[in-house]
């Protein structure tokens, strides 16, 4: 069944009876609709060059809910409901009684879905770059303090302290048990490094 904003009726779609599998009929002065099995469903009447269907006479009100198309806003609902699911599929369900309280209605996708057009989007990974930015190692440290996490370690560390050399890739961790304990194991850290190699840190990012 078609809206027609303005229209006092609704407009018959024999399309989507028939993709029921209805069959549809029709003769000099009356319109009927059949089942497979031939049990009549609906009938309707001939005026000047229209054929109209009085609702009143349906005598089985579920193979005729399956064309009645789902407003917008029901349709959409269903969709969101069912984790963005697309709308053959939901059509199939309804048609099939799957889903415990979906409507026997024809969803219709009127417009984009913004969430589903952003999970499908993609794009070009970043370029790896074949030359560190350093020259020599210690040059430049990458660090990270990650935490709390949600379940401490045997030790009670909730917090992760990473750290990178540049040049080398080189990575040390180191486990915290506050935010507060990061100076200190810092200081700790560069000191012994920098005994450790001779050299000297130049950049801490």
């Known amino acids: 069944v078609y809206y027609v904003e303005g229209l006092n009726y609704n407009l018959f779609s024999v399309g989507q009876f028939c993709d029921a599998d209805l ?14 099995k031939g ?13 109209s269907i009085t609702l009143q006479d349906i005598n089985s009100p579920n193979p005729i809910s ?33 889903v415990v309280g979906l409507p026997k209605l024809k969803f219709v996708k009127d417009h ?10 993609n794009r070009k990974s970043f370029h790896t770059k074949l030359n560190p930015s350093s ?21 009670g560390k909730r917090y ?10 080189y990575t040390w961790t180191h486990f915290l048990r506050s935010k507060d304990e990061t100076p200190k194991v810092l200081i700790d850290f560069l000191r012994l490094i920098q005994r450790g190699l001779q050299d000297q840190v130049r950049v801490v990012r």
């Not at 399956?66 to 709308?87: D, G, I, Y």
């Open 112 to 121: 984009l879905c913004s969430s589903c057009e952003l999970g499908k989007a």
């Open 66 to 98: 399956l064309v009645a198309k789902a407003t917008s806003s029901q349709a959409w609902l269903w969709h969101r409901s069912l984790s963005h699911l697309n709308f053959d599929t939901i059509n199939l369900l309804s048609k099939n009684d799957i």
């Open 23 to 36: 069959e549809v009929a029709f003769r000099k002065s009356t319109c009927f609709i059949h089942d497979l």
């Open 160 to 169: 992760v302290l990473v750290i990178v050399d540049d040049y080398s890739r």
């Open 135 to 155: 020259k020599r190692r210690l040059q430049l440290l990458h660090m990270d303090l990650c935490g709390p996490m949600r379940v401490a370690s045997i030790n």
């Open 39 to 51: 049990n009549d469903l609906l009938s309707g009447s001939r005026g000047t060059d229209l054929y």
